[in-house]
């Protein structure tokens, strides 16, 4: 059964997408690939990096709640390893976006 849903993407989610379907239909005279197609194939075959996704999404004050919240807490040590989770999430970010620069 297909399901049908709507999505945001992002300016570089939307321009890999672009590429990517660009890249199967050139020189393929046999059919067309859509958006669709390639979403599809992407998200059943791919891999995702569930800790990274976490950090790139964390919410630093959200989480700070949480641990106050907590009865037997180090801050200090929970404040840097939260600001060590954000900041691989923008590292990550960073290289991503320029793996995507780089395949223009």
């Known amino acids: 059964m297909k399901k049908k849903i709507q999505i ?18 050139d020189g393929f005279l046999n059919g067309t690939i859509n958006y669709s197609d390639v979403a599809n194939e992407l998200i059943s075959t791919g891999k995702i ?12 004050r959200k989480s700070l709640r949480l641990m106050a919240s907590q009865k037997e807490i180090d801050i200090e040590s929970a404040i840097k390893a ?14 991503s976006q320029m793996q995507l620069e780089n395949m223009e």
């Open 8 to 25: 945001v993407l992002s300016d570089e989610a939307w321009t890999a997408l672009e590429n990517l379907t660009k890249e199967a239909n």
């Open 49 to 60: 990096d569930i800790r990274g996704l976490q950090a790139k999404h964390t919410n630093i």
């Open 82 to 95: 939260l600001m060590d989770l954000k900041s691989k999430g923008v590292k990550k970010t960073s290289r």
